[in-house]
């Protein structure tokens, strides 16, 4: 996912558009950073959130389950509340959401991508605002953020196109007076659930492109990251209401397992798209796959880059530091295995560990910052418990290795080499930035270890060796979803499809014909003429 510095002028407030929900009031000295009066936090206000919003919507907020408190990974303080959705308020916003459809299929294809470009638009005039956001309550830095808000304005920019591309077919029939023809319709409502370190582009490049193709979306946005899923919502909800159209066309139901386990279990969800962890990714495909649903699963990747004899070293060490480094880390694309042609292997380490001594490490809202916390504790602790597993099966710690002693969730971006390329800790996905430097003797080796993992999602081959790239991209290459030669693994456009094989789920989202997951697609036969021949010639009668 591509991270895109903008810089944007003015802010607009959610306070004249009549978006706050309701108002909760609180006392003065509440200690949320949504009622810290530091500039610095202002963008808080400018989204129209308060000590507590409502994480239901579907035409009307609200919200009668638990009250959740939203943190800040990079100094542990509250940010706001979201009042998330009870068993109630779920079954309300299926049934609304399933309303909204019979008006929302109705349009045209066209207008549907007239609205989506609307959406587009209001989220252009939020791009800072929205990706401060996602800084403070995911962890990644301000340029990331914007980046990611920017990757949902793109997806919506391409679903435009899309509103007047999608297709069909007319085959050949082997009757006469017949025609054969394949045909798109939607498939109702879509459910997405989408994971904490993306907290707006997943659900950006879902819905776009469903609601294109004609689908309601219902979203649950992470548990930890329900203050992006509410701003967003309400910035979707004033256009569609701008356009006259309910709201409940994006309908939004902040919740945990239970309400994801309701979304899995609901035949009324024609597709539900995942995003998330191979384990609950599994039992969410089990779920869905026994009511013989629809699903798009994006879930782990324990991506390689490999570096071959002839590689530029210091393009290598470049394109390694933000794949390996980048969101601290937290990226289903981040670099975890770096497998060097050993005539190359000291070369880079050393240059990897130079590069590595001079990111920037801080608060991800303040400028010049490149690398901000682990999201949450729990990623701590799969850090310490990930280095400590290394260096028991023999791995050096080339750099860093430590968790800093400094408020928020920070850890030392992390090298270390000497392990096999089999050894237990180098084949499970750790999600935190540690990458594993393993030492090869050929490219065919290399690629047979990219390969030896569970997880396809992403790998990159570094070479001018034109061989090796056209072995890499065939069917003795890569057997991952993302094939990338001269660029890290991280960072893919919006244009093709993204996802992965294996224990990485299969799905495909955004670009290329993913539109094709989110429709069904029926073959129609038409007969124009006044005889009733069977296919294949055969006579009844």
Excluded at 84 to 91: F, I, L, M, V
Excluded at 105 to 126: F, N, T
Excluded at 257 to 272: F, H, P, Q, S, Y
Aim: net charge neutral; hydrophobic share 40%; aromatic share 8%.
């Amino acid at each position: 996912m591509a991270a895109l510095v903008l810089s944007v002028g003015g802010r607009q407030s959610f306070r004249s558009l009549g978006l706050c929900g309701r108002i909760f009031y609180r006392n003065m000295s509440s200690s949320y950073l949504v009622d810290n009066k530091d500039a610095k936090y202002e963008f808080l206000r400018d989204l129209g959130l308060q000590s507590v919003n409502d994480g239901v919507f579907n035409g009307k907020w609200g919200g009668r389950g638990e009250v959740v408190t939203s943190i800040c990974p990079a100094n542990n303080k509250p940010i706001a509340q979201v009042r998330t959705a009870s068993p109630e308020d779920y079954q309300e916003t299926i049934k609304a959401s399933q309303e909204a459809w019979q008006v929302w299929a109705d349009l045209p294809v066209p207008k549907r991508g007239e609205i989506v470009r609307q959406i587009g638009d209001a989220l252009r005039r939020y791009l800072d605002p929205l990706g401060r956001l996602v800084s403070i309550e995911m962890g990644k830095i301000v340029p990331e953020g914007i980046g990611e808000v920017q990757e949902y304005v793109d997806i919506c920019d391409y679903a435009v196109g899309l509103s007047r591309m999608i297709d069909g077919k007319v085959f050949p029939s082997e009757r006469p007076n017949h025609a054969l023809l394949e045909c798109y319709n939607p498939l109702g409502v879509v459910g997405v659930i989408s994971a904490f370190n993306f907290p707006c582009a997943v659900y950006g490049w879902n819905s776009a492109i469903a609601m294109t193709c004609g689908n309601t979306v219902l979203w649950k946005g992470a548990p930890s990251t329900p203050l992006v899923s509410v701003a967003i919502t309400r910035i979707v909800q004033r256009v569609l209401e701008t356009n006259s159209l309910p709201g409940a066309i994006c309908s939004l139901v902040q919740g945990g397992t239970d309400v994801g386990k309701l979304m899995a279990a609901d035949e009324r969800i024609g597709l539900l798209s995942f995003t998330g962890s191979t384990a609950v990714g599994r039992q969410v495909a089990l779920d869905v796959q026994s009511r013989f649903g629809r699903f798009l699963l994006e879930l782990g990747g324990n991506n390689a880059i490999l570096v071959d004899a002839d590689a530029d070293v210091t393009m290598v060490v470049r394109a390694a530091l933000f794949a390996c480094v980048g969101t601290a880390g937290q990226r289903c694309t981040t670099t975890r295995r770096l497998v060097l042609h050993e005539s190359l292997h000291d070369q880079v380490v050393a240059g990897l560990a130079k590069a590595y001594a001079q990111v920037r490490i801080g608060d991800p809202l303040d400028d010049g910052t490149l690398y901000g916390p682990m999201h949450s504790q729990q990623g701590v602790e799969a850090y310490k418990k990930a280095v400590a597993e290394a260096v028991e099966q023999g791995g050096k710690i080339e750099y860093g290795g430590k968790v800093l002693e400094r408020e928020g969730n920070y850890v030392e971006p992390t090298i270390i080499t000497g392990l096999a390329h089999d050894a237990p800790v180098v084949q499970k996905e750790t999600f935190a930035p540690i990458v594993y430097v393993l030492k090869t003797s050929s490219m065919d080796e290399a690629i047979r270890w990219n390969n030896e993992v569970k997880q396809g999602l992403s790998s990159s081959i570094f070479t001018q060796n034109l061989g090796t790239i056209f072995k890499w991209l065939g069917p003795k290459g890569s057997d991952c979803g993302i094939v990338n030669v001269n660029i890290p693994t991280s960072g893919a456009e919006i244009g093709g499809a993204f996802g992965g094989e294996k224990h990485t789920g299969g799905g495909r989202e955004s670009g290329s014909d993913a539109w094709k997951q989110y429709m069904r697609r029926s073959t129609c036969t038409i007969n124009y003429g006044t005889e009733l021949p069977l296919a294949q010639g055969i006579k009844f009668e």
